[in-house]
Structure formats: C-alpha cells, structure tokens
C-alpha cells in the first residue's frame, strides 16, 4: 500500500530544547515518515509526513492534542500552499475578501515563481491575471516560472523588449502545453480586430493563460474577472498602490518606442 502525504502544522506554546526531537520520536514510533520540516510563521512548525493508513493520523492527532508545549494548527492533506510553506519558510499572502487573490512584494521574487510554477504545472485551460507597476518583474516572472515548469512561452502582447502585438500564430503554436502572455494594456491600446480574433481563439485552448493588467483587459473585452482562476499581485513594497492610469502613461510616454506587429 502507497503511503500519503500529510501536511502537519504546530504552534509551539512552551518553547524547551528538545522538542522537536520529541516530536520526531513520536512521528518515528507511529511509523510516521517525516518528508520536510521548517518554520512557517514565527513560533510555527510545518511538516510534510507520510502515514501508511488513516488510523497512523488520528492516533498522531490524539497524542499532540495531550501535548502542553504544542497547539496543532492544521493536519490534512497538503494543499499549494502549505508545501510552499514548507519549502520556503512562509506562508504566501491571500486576500482576506477573496481567496483567487495572492500578494507578493518584490523580494518575494523567488517564492512567487516558484507558487506559479506549480500552477502552470496543472494541465488544462488556466486563466491566470497578474497585477503590479511598471518594472515590478511581472513579465520576468512569467517567463522565469515557465522556464520552471518546463512550458515554452509565447508573447500575444507583451512590452517586454518593445510593444510586441500578434495577429496569428504559426500551427504548432496551437500547442495546450504553450503558455500564453498577454498584456491588456498592449492589447488594448494598440491591437486591431484580427489580434482579438487570436485572443479568443487562444481563450478557447485548454491551455495556461496569463494577462497582465487583468483589469483594462476586462474593460474592454466580452470577458470578466470571475473568468479568471488566479489574481497575482506584485509590489515593490507592501504598501504600494497600483494605479492603472500610471501605468498607461509609463508604458506610452516615450514617443521613441517603437513596436512589432506579427
């Protein structure tokens, strides 16, 4: 039988040398198999374990639950966020009011790419919007986590070396393992009929897709922000507001940048 992956988080209540050695004895005499430990918060433990069975858990859970020096937080199977957690020593950011919605700073470069790597593991149509100033590393972490996941990245729109608007794709660009960059303010500001034409196409592909500036292209497309399955937003520090109007004339005020048209 195929052992499961669990995912353990503990506060500590009575800080004493050798906790954690207990507990890892414990985890030891149950049969339990420890995958990563790390701190995730302050005065927080996260653990990846593998059990045999389900009974392995409760007894687990039982025990914990008598300790004085811990109080268990979670005990489930992992999610994203709590392998991350583990893997980075933090836990990412959600929006309190909406859960699609994660936060990053930009000293967070690392973990954000790796969070979006796994998202664009998943197989299947992805629409994924991505929200930040300008040269904030938005596009650089695409392109980086899909180096990440093993995807081959494809510009729609893009200001990345100068305004790169596409009008068609060659035929196997087609491709459901393809990710899909689109700049909605590009798109917006620049694109004719036959680049929203290959937009929508590119929606219908059961593949990954990521618009940067989500907003302005909801503004002006048949599509919403509830099409979207994930929001990203990056910031220089936590503080920052991002202000669309900004960004429109950042990205338009030099009169010497030129642009492509495929």
Known sequence: ????????????????????????????????????????????????????????????????????????????????????AVRHGRYIQRDADDKKTFRFVRDELGLLVDFMAELFKQEGHKLIGIRGMP?????????????????????????????????????????????????????????????WQLVREIMRLPAVKVVEHPDVFVQNTEYTLDDFDYFIELRNDPEEEIKYDVVRNTMFSDSDFGGFDF
């Open 135 to 195: 040269r904030v590393g938005k596009t650089e972490s695409i392109v980086a986590s899909s180096v990440c996941a093993n995807k081959r990245w494809l510009f729609v729109s893009s200001t990345l070396l100068k305004q790169t608007v596409r009008n068609q794709l060659i035929e196997d660009e087609y491709n459901e393992n393809n990710l899909f960059i689109i700049d909605g303010i590009v798109s917006t500001r620049r694109a004719n009929e036959r680049h």
């Open 1 to 84: 039988m195929n052992k499961t992956e669990w995912y353990l988080e503990y506060e500590i209540q009575k800080n004493r040398p050798g906790l954690l050695g207990d507990i890892s004895s414990l985890l030891g005499m149950l049969s339990i198999n420890i995958v990563t430990i790390n701190g995730v918060d302050e005065g927080r433990r996260g653990l990846l374990i593998l059990a045999q069975d389900y009974e392995q858990i409760e007894r687990l859970e039982s025990i914990l639950k008598t300790m004085d020096t811990i109080k268990i937080i979670k005990l489930r199977e992992p999610k994203l966020r709590d392998r991350l």
